[in-house]
């Protein structure tokens, strides 16, 4: 085959997206190395910069970041902080110059499933093997035991959430009966994923994905009273699949109980010392510590400083086993705004709506999933304190916002 420029993009990009999941320890050679094939198109005129006023904010939001670095009281932690977020400036920049010919949107996608489908084998070889040598703990087959060694459960369910759309619409508008099947089966395999990755998050925005992809594929196929007895079967076959699996029943019910005691008495259930607390119960407590943070410094207490902040909050409610594991509010808007203030969580809400808006004009539909992924479970998770979430916001949000009127003309061609 020929290598020109286009392909060599093409084949590039498509290695970029794909291959950072199974080498998250070589994402930053990977961008280099994709900033400089962009760099040569520019220079060789292969490549047009065209000026978006959505990369543009995205872009911004690195110096603003910036700004709240200089009262450090760690400045190694703060300068950690700031070579994580260095994504918002690398993939605005590389996707503002936009390519002079078409690309072929589905080899890219294709390359992101064979790298998902890929790394979840692996997932699966790693816990069989781990479940073998711990004699047979069934423990070592679920959560970070199954997907630690790629990333954290959280982040893998959310790339399965965008392979389940992919094959739900290549399933919905099949070119072949081989496809058709092969992405009902590839769909049942990452819903039945979920369950070994156990996270709550995951596995609530998939179930809700799925409820609005056949919802509407339903709606417009078969009518209300179809969609009303599916649903009914779903919602029932969901909540036997919750009490069947313990792992699972044990998350879901802990979870409501925990809520419903932290509405009794907030206080109480923030302020009472307790022994060792983990999971949604930490949340909680960690959520409540935020807003008072943010009540109290509204204009944040700077990048860097937020793990001083918390534990020194944690000790106020008496909290000392929870203060001493140094743990992030566990959500990213509380995460962001305790650091850089309501300035800062309102421009990082900014930049989402903007993308749902722009995804939403354009007709976007993988841009509009990409961002509701991110912003549900920001909910639980501080998404940007990891490179698995922010490399993959961004690098597919910044993709389909500046080189979307190629990736619509492309050939439907594998």
């Given at each position: 085959m020929?290598?020109?420029?286009?392909?060599?993009?093409?084949?590039?990009?498509?290695?970029?997206?794909?291959?950072?999941?199974?080498?998250?320890?070589?994402?930053?050679?990977?961008?280099?190395?994709?900033?400089?094939?962009?760099?040569?198109?520019?220079?060789?005129?292969?490549?047009?910069?065209?000026?978006n006023g959505v990369l543009v904010g995205i872009a911004l939001f690195f110096p603003f970041y910036a700004l709240y670095t200089t009262n450090a009281m760690d400045p190694n932690a703060a300068m950690f902080g700031m070579e994580k977020k260095l994504s918002f400036v690398i993939f605005p920049l590389v996707f503002s110059l936009v390519p002079s010919f078409s690309l072929k949107k589905r080899r890219i996608e294709n390359g992101f499933l064979f790298a998902l489908f890929l790394m979840l084998f692996l997932c699966y070889l790693g816990a069989f093997f781990n479940y073998e040598e711990h004699n047979f703990n069934p423990a070592y087959l679920f959560s970070s035991h199954f997907s630690g060694l790629f990333h954290h459960p959280t982040y893998v369910s959310i790339f399965c959430a965008l392979g389940l759309f992919i094959l739900f619409r290549r399933w919905e508008t099949p070119r072949t009966m081989r496809e058709h099947l092969l992405s009902a089966v590839g769909i049942l395999f990452l819903l039945y994923t979920h369950v070994h990755l156990e996270s709550l998050s995951g596995l609530l925005f998939a179930a809700l994905l799925m409820t609005w992809l056949v919802g509407y594929w339903l709606l417009k196929k078969q009518g209300w009273t179809i969609l009303i007895g599916v649903f009914t079967t779903g919602v029932v076959v969901f909540y036997l699949g919750i009490y069947l699996i313990p792992s699972?029943?044990?998350?879901?019910?802990?979870?409501?109980?925990?809520?419903?005691?932290?509405?009794?008495?907030?206080?109480?259930?923030?302020?009472?010392?307790?022994?060792?607390?983990?999971?949604?119960?930490?949340?909680?407590?960690?959520?409540?510590?935020?807003?008072?943070?943010?009540?109290?410094?509204?204009?944040?207490?700077?990048?860097?400083?937020?793990?001083?902040?918390?534990?020194?909050?944690?000790?106020?409610?008496?909290?000392?086993?929870?203060?001493?594991?140094?743990?992030?509010p566990h959500n990213q808007f509380f995460h962001t705004a305790v650091e850089t203030g309501w300035i800062g969580m309102l421009w990082l809400l900014a930049l989402l709506l903007s993308m749902l808006w722009f995804g939403w004009k354009h007709k976007q539909e993988l841009l509009i999933l990409v961002v509701c992924a991110f912003a549900f479970n920001g909910l639980f998770e501080s998404m940007l304190e990891r490179q698995s979430g922010i490399v993959f916001w961004l690098l597919w949000s910044c993709m389909l916002i500046g080189i979307y009127p190629v990736l619509n003309n492309q050939s439907n061609e594998s």
């Open positions: 020929k290598m020109n420029y286009p392909s060599i993009y093409e084949w590039s990009l498509t290695l970029l997206i794909g291959a950072w999941m199974l080498f998250p320890n070589l994402t930053g050679l990977l961008c280099i190395l994709f900033f400089l094939i962009v760099l040569y198109g520019a220079i060789s005129k292969n490549l047009r910069f065209h000026l699972l029943r044990s998350n879901v019910f802990d979870s409501v109980s925990f809520v419903s005691n932290y509405m009794k008495d907030p206080y109480a259930y923030t302020h009472v010392p307790r022994g060792e607390i983990r999971g949604n119960d930490a949340r909680l407590i960690l959520w409540s510590a935020s807003a008072e943070l943010l009540k109290e410094h509204p204009n944040g207490v700077g990048v860097g400083n937020l793990p001083f902040a918390i534990e020194a909050k944690l000790l106020e409610y008496g909290q000392v086993n929870l203060a001493k594991e140094h743990l992030n």
